[in-house]
T-cell receptor, first 111, second 116 residues
């Protein structure tokens, strides 16, 4: 399943499938990007980050891709599990600036 | 494993009252950030503090809102004469010394403020 961030804030996938959550960031001067996961009633939890001198970074079951040409960031979750259900936020930090959150995408995993 | 601790978890106030939200950062962290989140929206930056100093308050409303991070004790976000529009979840985050500003933020579970 795939979302387009601001235009499709809800993504529903089947357990075991891969998920792709997209984010269009606003500032071409941003040089650090983070994905956060927020479960209901909790604060954002750091998932993975990437700097602008990279275009891909992998973690455990998650991969972040950065395309600076079109100012696009994506989070790929492999073998999505029910525990992955949450709202996912991309965030950017412009050089010398502050952490700015995007709108968020709600991921719903169907068993 | 004490993360960022916020209290109270829920706070109910009537219009015109004062709200005081507390945040104890991760032990050893010297940077504190406050963010506000409205339902189904992203977090909006309010203020960034280090011990006894306000570094960036560009996201704070000009009136009724103030924040402090004293040498001893938790960081406090204070809202005077609350109005219904102040109802939101307020999150505190901290980051360790030696990291860039706004990087490696650890968030608390938030305080849900409801103004009646």
């Amino acid at each position: 399943g795939e979302s387009v961030g601001l235009h499709l804030p809800t993504l529903s996938v089947q357990e075991g499938d891969n998920s792709i959550i997209n984010c269009a960031y606003s500032n071409s001067a941003s040089d650090y990007f983070i994905w956060y996961k927020q479960e209901s009633g909790k604060g954002p939890q750091f998932i993975i980050d990437i700097r602008s001198n990279m275009d891909k970074r992998q973690g455990q079951r998650v991969t972040v891709l950065l395309n600076k040409t079109v100012k696009h960031l994506s989070l790929q979750i492999a073998a999505t599990q029910p525990g992955d259900s949450a709202v996912y936020f991309c965030a950017e930090i412009p050089k010398g600036g502050k952490l700015i959150f995007g709108q968020g995408t709600e991921l719903s995993v169907k068993p | 494993n004490a993360g960022v601790m916020q209290n109270p978890r829920h706070l109910v106030r009537r219009r015109g009252q004062e709200a005081r939200l507390r945040c104890s950062p991760v032990k050893g962290h010297s940077h504190v950030y406050w963010y506000r989140q409205l339902p189904e929206e992203g977090l909006k930056f309010m203020v960034y503090l280090q011990k006894e100093n306000i570094i960036d308050e560009s996201g704070m409303p000009k009136e009724r809102f103030s924040a402090e991070f004293p040498k001893e004790g938790p960081s406090i976000l204070r809202i005077q004469q609350v109005v219904r529009g102040d109802s939101a979840a307020y999150f505190c985050a901290s980051s360790p010394p030696g990291t860039g500003s706004y990087e490696k933020l650890f968030f608390g579970s938030g305080t849900q403020l409801s103004v009646l």
